[in-house]
């Protein structure tokens, strides 16, 4: 996969979170994002997003 392939890849995934986030902010949802960064055992980083989702009353 070329660089240019892997940076459209990015570009989606980020804008489809935040259509997500977008639309859980539409139905009262609160949405934290956490990033946290592993090495893998070949060396490489890898970064893992968790979101925890609350409803706002």
């Given amino acids: 996969m ?3 392939d892997v940076a459209k890849t990015v570009r989606d995934a980020v804008a489809a979170l935040n259509e997500a986030l977008a639309l ?10 956490r ?3 592993h090495q893998t055992t070949g060396g490489v980083e890898r970064v893992v997003v968790d979101s925890q989702i609350f409803k706002q009353l």
């Fill in 2 to 4: 070329r660089d240019v």
């Fill in 24 to 33: 859980a902010a539409r139905h009262n949802l609160a949405v934290t994002v």
């Fill in 35 to 37: 990033t946290t960064a």
